[in-house]
């Protein structure tokens, strides 16, 4: 079955009253989320685009989000001038948008700051 005909049998069957629905991969399990016929379809091409689309990501940052369970990395610089891997303080398990916003806006774990 082609990609035309595969989206065709999915409209047929969401006109018919279907709905197509996925758990996304993300904090503490998964979250449910409506495909589209067309998205359906992308989840045997491009599973994790898709993923990252659906949370309001990019690709990299999805995988960063997930990797860091929602925490956003300090702002500063180690010694050595390597980013410093400890987490922003207050800024855990945050959900894409608020994670992706923290992320934007930097700041300092207790080791470097307020």
């Not at 999915?10 to 279907?18: H, P, Y």
């Not at 207050?90 to 307020?114: F, I, M, N, V």
Request: with cysteine.
């Amino acid at each position: 079955m082609d990609k035309a005909d595969f989206i065709a049998a999915l409209r047929v069957a969401q006109d018919a009253g279907c709905q197509f629905v996925i758990g996304v991969p993300s904090l503490g399990g998964s979250s449910t989320a409506a495909l589209t016929p067309e998205q359906a379809h992308r989840l045997t091409t491009d599973k994790e685009g898709l993923f990252a689309e659906l949370m309001g990501l990019t690709v990299p940052e999805y995988i960063e989000w997930r990797e860091s369970q929602g925490s956003v990395y300090c702002s500063a610089r180690t010694k050595q001038g390597k980013r410093c891997r400890n987490f922003i303080v207050g800024a855990t398990w945050l959900e894409p948008d608020e994670w992706k916003a923290q992320r934007a806006e930097g700041g300092y774990c207790s080791a470097h700051g307020a």
